[in-house]
């Protein structure tokens, strides 16, 4: 037996589907397919001097932001420039050298840190009334939130790449980081989010921390991680591409997996934690279809 | 003006405490100290091939881990083990080979995932209702959770250490890991946690993923990251300790940081955050008071 549970706008209410599959049929349980693959277009291959790095953006919630990323991409923009603010725990941010004449020809973008929705809008919801906010969810592989009808925005959970910014909304222009720690929520709805990693976060970890704590000796910014580079997956060559697909969050195989999570039925769970999900803390898988061996 | 919120279970209220200031005196405007030394018997120096890492033990909530674990470390027995289940935004796992006689020489321990508190417990509160539990805080440093005024539990942290167990409460013996990635507060009470990263935790970060995803070469074991040493920092001889110091969670100091980290008074919040903190997003500073060079 399978229950999905959709949130709908329009009805004010929680859909719930109950069905019945034979296990015994090998059928594919699914209503959607469980993986979705990536649209190369949207798709960034981020080759750090350690390792690869694939993310997925999300032009269907941060248009401006995808499109002036994905410009200055197509142009090397990013290509041997540094991870100058990198802070354990919290984010990975990469931009060129600030003042310079490359950081200043890049214009400023309007926020998206929001998004309208309306009656037609539904995503897989994961949780009601966590700490920030009214309701969690996913829709296209990314994890978002949404207090109301009219809005909702996409969380900074672990992986989320979001458009680094000066103090006034409207000042992100090509700075960018990944969040490397326990979520800062409280950035939501005021930063861009516009990305996520699928693949190869560990080599974001990796990235050489520039922040140091009282009495430890300051990091040498010759030390500072490089981009080797950053391509469109569209632009790589065919025999360098690594192809990802992702767990399809609309799908039936993702709902059951989110209930199953919620309950904790393994015997290992000898006493069952509450029955509540951080939205960050749900891994959505990923596999290779295709891996270069270079 | 300071204000001091300290939870008060004898009282079942919140104690707030205002002060009044001369920010002009040059006085040190604490009630208790900013920072707090280690007790070098419950420090621990981890030496891994590509960094060294301090951990604060917690034997005053969980003191038969402690005991167990400062007995092993004091003979060795962690030395030239392996980190061998390593899932990126998850754990980092060590620990002897499992059913190996080195495995099998360490005797079981009952579970200390909760410790008894009374009227006369206190903790710097963080936030009431989170997703998890009726009221997270701070206590010698450690985050922690309670529903109740019998019990109380540390929380799944980044940077938490805590025992790996089998599907029994009563099974963990030499085996443990470090929250690697967004707090799993679901495995609190269920998992004894017995200490925490302080220093290094992007040495933690940078262990060797085991774990793979669908369509990826497996790692070969020879390539886990192995640990060097561990010892207690009593028994690092003195040339070569690391002496840290961490924030007094019951200094003012530090509610004082919880109380303006809840406000986000900075202009870079054009719009306010809900005026809530995530225990696990509200990092305890350390500081190097002495370092070795070596």
Same sequence: chains 1, 2.
């Avoid at 399978?2 to 034979?22: E, R």
């Avoid at 269907?60 to 002036?68: C, D, I, L, T």
């Avoid at 006493?271 to 509540?276: D, G, Q, R, W």
């Amino acid at each position: 037996m399978m229950i999905i549970m959709i949130y709908s706008t329009s009805k004010k209410l929680f859909i719930l589907i109950t069905f019945v599959f034979m296990s015994a049929c090998g059928a594919d349980n699914s209503i959607g397919e469980q993986w979705r693959a990536l649209n190369i277009n949207n798709t960034v291959l981020l080759t750090l001097p350690h390792g690869k790095v694939v993310i997925e953006l999300a032009p269907q919630f941060s248009p401006k932001h995808v499109e002036q990323f994905s410009a200055l991409v197509k142009k090397s923009f990013y290509d041997d420039t540094k991870f100058y603010q990198v802070i354990d725990g919290f984010v990975a941010q990469a931009g060129p050298k600030e003042g310079s004449d490359k950081d200043k020809s890049v214009p400023v973008l309007a926020i998206e840190g929001q998004f309208a929705i309306d009656k037609n809008w539904s995503f897989t919801q994961v949780q009601k009334h966590d700490l920030f906010a009214g309701v969690t969810g996913f829709k296209d592989g990314f994890a978002l939130a949404s207090d109301n009808n009219d809005s909702a925005w996409l969380t900074h959970c672990p992986g989320t790449l979001a458009m680094a910014r000066g103090k006034e909304a409207g000042s992100a222009s090509s700075h960018f980081y990944f969040v490397i720690g326990q979520a800062p929520r409280y950035l939501d709805k005021i930063m861009t989010i516009f990305g996520r990693v699928v693949y190869g976060m560990e080599h974001i970890q990796a990235i050489k921390r520039t922040s140091v704590i009282e009495g430890e000796y300051a990091v040498d910014s010759r030390e500072y991680t490089s981009i080797t580079s950053i391509k469109l997956m569209v632009d790589v060559p065919l025999n360098e591409r690594i192809v990802i697909e992702v767990e399809n969050t609309e799908s039936t195989d993702f709902s059951e997996r989110l209930i199953k999570r919620r309950a904790r039925e393994s015997a290992f769970f000898y006493e069952k934690p509450p029955s509540v999900l951080d939205v960050c803390q749900v891994p959505i898988k990923s596999r290779i279809v295709k891996k270069s061996k270079i």
